[in-house]
């Protein structure tokens, strides 16, 4: 069984970064999918950005396009999001999300993904 307890987050004024961390335990993370999601209030759970188990695909939101990288380290057993640039209506709790696959993917459905952090807040301030 997989574990994830996120780090990272805080609050940050526009135009700044953060870095979300995603340490995994209990299994190797380079045989998973492995993306970030965030819930603003009273909005749905959206799909951020997506890493392939290969780290060969990457997906990423139109929203935070060109903003925003996710990342793997499997001799860590981490998977990262870098976040630049921010913006308010980048505000919301942000989880990482973990799925098994036996291929490249990089889905966007929350349903697909089988493991999930705690959620951590970010609060980017104008």
């Known amino acids: 069984q997989m574990l994830l307890v996120q780090s990272g987050g805080g609050l940050v004024q526009a135009g700044g970064s953060l870095r979300l961390s995603c340490p995994a335990s209990?299994?190797?993370?380079?045989?998973?999918?492995k993306a970030w999601f965030r819930q603003a209030p009273g909005k749905e759970r959206e799909f951020v950005a997506g890493?392939?188990?290969?780290?060969?695909?990457?997906k990423y939101a139109d929203s935070v396009k060109g903003r925003f990288t996710i990342s793997s380290d499997n001799a860590k057993n981490t998977f990262y999001l870098q976040m630049n640039s921010l913006k308010p209506e980048d505000t919301a709790v942000y989880y990482c999300?973990?799925?098994?696959?036996?291929?490249?993917?990089?889905?966007?459905?929350?349903?697909?993904?089988?493991?999930w952090g705690q959620g951590t807040q970010v609060t980017v301030s104008s």
């Open positions: 999300a973990a799925a098994l696959f036996t291929y490249d993917a990089t889905p966007v459905l929350p349903t697909t993904y089988t493991v």
């Open positions: 209990g299994r190797t993370v380079s045989s998973y999918s």
């Open positions: 890493i392939s188990r290969s780290g060969g695909l990457m």
